[in-house]
């Protein structure tokens, strides 16, 4: 279960790094006792503690350590909150749309093509 735990730990600092860019707010330890966004100390570099992420972490070995039938629960529980978010987006972008989209490139992809892949991956 190596290969789960590594797993998780790059997932856990991913999803605690995007939280953290959210709120604009980092709540890390940084190992030279700098603050964050201060020399030696950034989202850049990997010389800080994160806190989040390490609950994420022990989440995922909680279930882990659970089973096989509470995993398949928590997974089933994920995939059907990712549908959920993903039909609300689809009902809310349809509710919320005024004007012609279509009507040119610039206006169906303002930013581009890095900008939708940016945009999708965002979910």
Same mark, same amino acid.
Request: net charge negative; charged share 10%.
């Given at each position: 279960?190596? %290969? ?51 609950? =994420? ?15 398949? =629960? ?13 039909l609300? =987006? ?12 279509? %009507?040119?490139?610039e ?17």
């Amino acid at each position: 279960s190596l %290969e789960y735990s590594t797993s998780a730990a790059g997932v856990a600092r991913s999803w605690s790094a995007k939280v953290y860019g959210m709120m604009d707010s980092w709540w890390v330890a940084c190992y030279n006792g700098g603050a964050m966004h201060s020399a030696g100390c950034n989202a850049d570099e990997d010389f800080y503690l994160d806190p989040l992420a390490g609950l =994420i972490t022990i989440a995922c070995h909680g279930v882990l350590l659970m089973g096989v039938s509470t995993g398949k =629960i928590v997974i089933n529980s994920f995939t059907l909150a990712k549908m959920a978010l993903v039909l609300f =987006i689809i009902v809310a972008g349809f509710t919320c749309w005024t004007g012609n989209v279509f %009507e040119s490139a610039e206006a169906f992809a303002p930013r581009g093509m890095g900008g939708v892949v940016t945009a999708s991956s965002m979910l």
